[in-house]
């Protein structure tokens, strides 16, 4: 399993990082990533990284976000700066075995808000 923490409410422009560690039950991991969804949309993708080093981001938080393992990639975290309103949704942990295929475990989802 993947528990994510670290979500809260922030003010515009704040930070936050949120933490996802995976269980012992989780293995042969190659690829971690964050997702998201806000109230009526579906969810994107926020970033991915594969075990080589190579991650990917979405558009929209190129320059704002990083993500990053610890050395075992058993956790995986998503630093977010500059935080906006639109960035305010339920942030899930994925992982999977296949790089950039659909991730075999997902993470309960914690959720981040931002106010103005």
């Known amino acids: 399993q993947l528990v994510e923490s670290g979500g809260g409410l922030v003010q515009a422009g704040g930070s936050l990082n949120l933490s996802c560690a995976a269980s012992?039950?989780?293995?042969?991991?190659?690829?971690m990533g964050w997702y998201r969804q806000a109230p009526g949309k579906q969810r994107e993708l926020v970033a991915r990284t594969i075990r080589d080093g190579a991650s990917m981001y979405a558009n929209s938080v190129k320059g704002r976000f990083t993500i990053s393992t610890d050395k075992g990639r058993n956790t995986v975290y998503l630093q977010m700066n500059s935080l906006k309103l639109e960035d305010t949704a339920v942030y899930y942990c994925?992982?999977?075995?296949?790089?950039?295929?659909?991730?075999?475990?997902w993470g309960q989802g914690t959720q981040v808000t931002v106010s103005s």
């Open positions: 012992g039950s989780v293995f042969q991991i190659n690829d």
């Open positions: 994925g992982a999977g075995r296949f790089a950039f295929m659909s991730y075999d475990y």
